[in-house]
């Protein structure tokens, strides 16, 4: 069994008086990280919110209905909590008036998780992000070197557990993944009236990693206006496939101060959609490729060790680039990823180093990686 990262800070929180958040795309890992954790416990609830009944039972839910339900239990969890209606309401129904029973809920969907939980449980949980798993994750599992080694296995494949765990089966798996998660449940939300253009936006994404995007370019590649495809997008990433990057700029004038990159949390993901599995060594988007794993790896690592650190991209009108630039306690750092080892002595560009003649910099590739990830 892979030991994830989170276990042991939601270890110390078991017992507790707050309610604990675990959002984080399905099949991340979120249900057998809670078996794990409540394993041979005889005092835990275990709800499903995508069961139906599950649903009608909370729709009428009273705290003495509850108390009967739980009986001697201590730990009720509750698995795909957006699912049900109010679920915020029904959850601070237990920490306000059932003493000594704590609350476990996972998610999938941030935006409809958190918007429901969040107001009705304002100082009285803590939420936790989860992701597939992390270079750092398979490293304590089996060793540095054989993790070295597996870089452009993983650029192609992923990191999902199912897909970690199943080798030699990768491409079914993430097609599955793809198909049940990706266009099935994304797709019963409010407001996508168009999943085929959904589909395309996917794919579009999918070919621009590295890039900046503009959704009025998209907009105009998939037939929708841009105003739907920034929606779109929005949705992706509060459903964790996607993310963000915005910008840096504070000091030239020609410095670009509203553009944006996306990148995915899984190449796996990304390359199911274009179901492109091809080896590294015989692809033309490997520098993309690379980018995406070590900025996403990035945005794991910080989001797990609790750092709170603002990451950007940085690039001017004349198109100077640094791939990522961290700001944290007023410091900033930054990095240039490169896929070619050979281009491991790139100087921080003029521009960037004048303008910010106190930021350190550093270039990232194969050889290096684990000093940034780990």
């Known amino acids: 069994m892979i030991e994830r990262v989170l276990k042991t800070r939601i270890e110390k929180l078991l017992g507790g008086n707050k309610a604990v958040i675990i959002m984080g795309a399905r099949q991340v890992g979120k249900s057998t990280l809670l078996r794990e954790l409540m ?3 005889d005092d835990v609830l275990w709800l499903n919110g995508d069961d139906v009944d599950i649903q009608r039972l909370f729709e009428n839910m009273t705290s003495t209905r509850l108390k009967a339900l739980l009986g001697p239990r201590r730990f009720i969890v509750v698995d795909e909590a957006q699912r049900i209606q109010d679920i915020g309401l029904r959850l601070k129904l237990v920490t306000d ?27 009285r949980k803590r939420e936790f992000k989860m992701f597939p798993l992390t ?3 398979m490293v304590a599992h089996d060793n540095l070197l054989s993790e ?4 452009p296995h993983r650029m192609v494949y992923g990191y999902y557990p199912e897909v970690v765990s199943f080798p030699g089966q990768e491409t079914d798996i993430l097609k599955e993944l793809t198909s049940s998660y990706l266009y099935k449940d994304i797709l019963q939300l409010d407001g996508i009236l168009k999943p085929d253009r959904l589909v395309r936006l996917m794919q579009a994404l999918s070919r ?11 907009a105009m590649l998939i037939g929708l206006d841009s105003k739907t495809v920034e929606r779109y997008i929005d949705i992706l990433e509060k459903n964790y496939i996607i993310f963000r990057l915005g910008s840096y700029s504070r000091n030239l004038r020609n410095e670009l101060k509203n553009s944006r990159k996306i990148y995915f949390y899984d190449l796996g993901i990304r390359n199911a959609v274009i179901s492109d599995f091809r080896p590294v060594e015989s692809r033309n988007d490997v520098g993309a490729m690379w ?10 690592k910080l989001s797990y060790d609790g750092i709170c650190s603002n990451i950007w991209f940085w690039r001017t009108l004349n198109q100077s680039e640094i791939d990522i630039v961290e700001e944290r306690d007023g410091n900033l750092h930054a990095v240039e990823i490169k896929w070619n080892k050979s281009k491991a002595k790139t100087k921080v560009p003029a521009q960037f180093a004048k303008a910010y003649p106190t930021a350190s ?9 684990d000093g940034y990830l780990l």
Do not use: H
Not at 101 to 114: E, K, P, R
Not at 148 to 151: A, P, S
Not at 361 to 369: A, G
């Open 39 to 41: 394993n041979g416990r």
């Open 135 to 137: 270079f750092g994750e």
């Open 208 to 218: 621009q990693i590295g890039d900046q995007v503009s959704y009025r370019e998209i």
């Open 291 to 300: 980018e995406n794993y070590v900025v996403s790896e990035r945005i794991k």
């Open 148 to 151: 070295l080694r597996m870089l």
């Open 97 to 123: 008036q059932m003493e000594g029973i704590q609350v476990i809920a996972t998610g999938s969907s941030s935006f409809q998780l958190a918007s429901k939980i969040s107001e009705s449980l304002t100082g």
């Open 361 to 369: 910099y550093e270039v990232v590739t194969p050889d290096n990686i």
